[in-house]
């Protein structure tokens, strides 16, 4: 059945994917009017800021996109029946975390916003409207949205239809907006060709077709699980041999070379550091391990469930080291955390190594001085547990405090030790003279993202410490 092409496009969820995904398309389709909903009313106040550096969502590129499309063909608004009414397309763009109780808690994803929105699509769609999952989804969440759909259709004798695809985001925080206008692939599962085909030729506007795969709905939706997996899979075997390398004198950047030269595995994904953070793979990770063991593959979920195994083991290893380089005791001493965001590149901080860094360090009494160019105390705070960041009311001889700095020079005066957690360029050219001439003594420099040069932070007199690295055993 040939039906007319896609006019208007409605997103549900302003979040990390739904916002910039939505402005690329708006950017490459300018025939085409696009809405994106939500309920957070702040978080679409956001979105419309005309100071365009306070986005709720920070990527190198999308201001400049969001001041091209914004109010033209590209709407941020609350309206979500009215938009949901006159949309051709909707796509799915809601949060999907991990439920924390009930059946499959720890692992399982919490579908309720997913399933609130999609009744709200089946209540008030007209005509004939394709809906999309861009959210990332257990296999199989596609029957769930078809059963509510249908629940709805000719209702009230008013003769609404409903196409059901999958459409997976592959890109990566601090370089969405790249990963978005030069893809590496898009991939479109679904059952009806005609839907897909009108999907596909959007993003034919800018993407070679021979780089759009199409699959059935449930390849689609396992294949954006697996994508994730195996990324983080491969962070956490090259960080398993990082503490190899330390103990054998070997340099983990040398190792990681080596390895990745080989065409077979590729240099991608092999970069050692304190963990992989973000949204996704973890939840990822913990969907497939639930959904293997629901299926009676033991072995499968055991396999993928050590990957996330290694990645905390590998920031209570990093705690580990800091702790005893101070002597065994950081009761009161003053630590600089550089950097807070799980990435460089992004304001977001969900899953971020330094989030459980900066709580083992706590739980020892430390005194913690936080910087990074993007986040702010606000949603270090949150992360935190709500522990407020006011060094004053610290007792001596309690759980330890926090306090954000912006100013990174400041920051380290009187400290008795600086961790690199997040590679922002901006402590790859730090001058260590100057922070060391502030910093105590004997003061420590722990690099966990191998990005500043040994022999600079040396020089300064400071002591020194990198991931991977075999030369300081």
């Given at each position: 059945m040939n039906r007319n092409p896609i006019k208007n496009i409605c997103c549900i969820g302003a979040g990390y994917v739904g916002g910039p995904t939505m402005a690329v398309i708006a950017d490459k389709c300018p025939d085409l009017n696009i809405y994106v909903v939500d309920k957070n009313q702040s978080r679409i106040k956001a979105w419309n800021n005309n100071d365009l550096e306070k986005l709720p969502v920070y990527e190198p590129g999308l201001k400049e996109i969001i001041e091209r499309v914004r109010f033209k063909n590209l709407f941020f608004t609350s309206d979500i029946i009215q938009n949901i009414r006159k949309a051709d397309a909707i796509f799915i763009s809601v949060n999907t975390p991990i439920k924390t109780s009930g059946l499959g808690a720890g692992k399982a994803s919490n579908l309720r916003w997913v399933e609130a929105c999609t009744k709200e699509i089946a209540e008030y769609a007209e005509g004939h409207t394709i809906v999309i999952e861009k959210s990332t989804l257990p296999v199989r969440t596609a029957e769930i949205i078809k059963k509510i759909l249908n629940s709805k259709l000719n209702k009230n004798n008013i003769r609404k239809t409903f196409s059901i695809l999958s459409n997976p985001e592959f890109l990566a925080e601090g370089t969405a907006i790249y990963d978005l206008e030069y893809p590496d692939r898009v991939l479109i599962g679904g059952e009806e060709e005609d839907a897909i085909n009108q999907l596909k030729a959007i993003y034919e506007k800018w993407v070679d077709s021979k780089k759009i795969l199409t699959t059935n709905l449930w390849s689609s939706e396992l294949s954006k699980l697996v994508a994730n997996a195996f990324l983080a899979q491969r962070i956490s075997s090259i960080n398993s041999i990082s503490a190899l390398c330390e103990k054998t004198g070997a340099d983990i950047n040398e190792v990681s070379r080596a390895v990745g030269f080989d065409s077979r595995i590729g240099a991608k994904f092999l970069k050692a550091g304190p963990g992989f953070g973000g949204s996704c793979f973890k939840k990822d990770i913990l969907n497939l391990v639930y959904l293997s063991r629901y299926f009676g593959l033991k072995e499968t979920a055991d396999f993928w469930e050590q990957v996330i195994s290694i990645n905390k083991w590998q920031k209570e290893r990093i705690y580990s080291i800091i702790v005893n380089k101070l002597f065994g005791n950081i009761t009161n001493k003053k630590i600089l955390i550089l950097g807070f965001?799980?990435?460089?590149?992004?304001?977001?901080?969900?899953?971020?190594?330094?989030?459980?860094?900066?709580?083992?360090?706590?739980?020892?009494?430390?005194?913690?001085?936080?910087?990074?160019?993007?986040?702010?105390?606000?949603?270090?705070?949150?992360?935190?547990?709500?522990?407020?960041?006011?060094?004053?009311?610290?007792?001596?001889?309690?759980?330890?405090?926090?306090?954000?700095?912006?100013?990174?020079?400041?920051?380290?005066?009187?400290?008795?030790?600086?961790?690199?957690?997040?590679?922002?360029?901006?402590?790859?050219?730090?001058?260590?003279?100057?922070?060391?001439?502030?910093?105590?003594?004997?003061?420590?420099?722990?690099?966990?993202?191998?990005?500043?040069?040994?022999?600079?932070?040396?020089?300064?007199?400071?002591?020194?410490?990198?991931?991977?690295?075999?030369?300081?055993?």
């Open positions: 965001s799980f990435k460089a590149n992004t304001n977001d901080i969900r899953e971020s190594p330094a989030i459980e860094i900066a709580q083992y360090l706590l739980s020892e009494g430390a005194n913690l001085f936080i910087n990074d160019p993007k986040v702010d105390a606000e949603q270090i705070e949150t992360s935190l547990n709500g522990i407020k960041g006011d060094l004053q009311k610290k007792d001596q001889n309690e759980y330890g405090n926090w306090s954000f700095e912006k100013d990174i020079y400041k920051a380290f005066r009187s400290a008795d030790a600086a961790i690199i957690i997040t590679e922002w360029e901006v402590y790859k050219t730090i001058n260590w003279q100057k922070a060391s001439n502030l910093m105590n003594s004997p003061a420590w420099i722990f690099d966990t993202r191998s990005i500043v040069n040994a022999e600079d932070v040396k020089s300064a007199g400071l002591e020194f410490w990198s991931v991977g690295n075999g030369n300081y055993i």
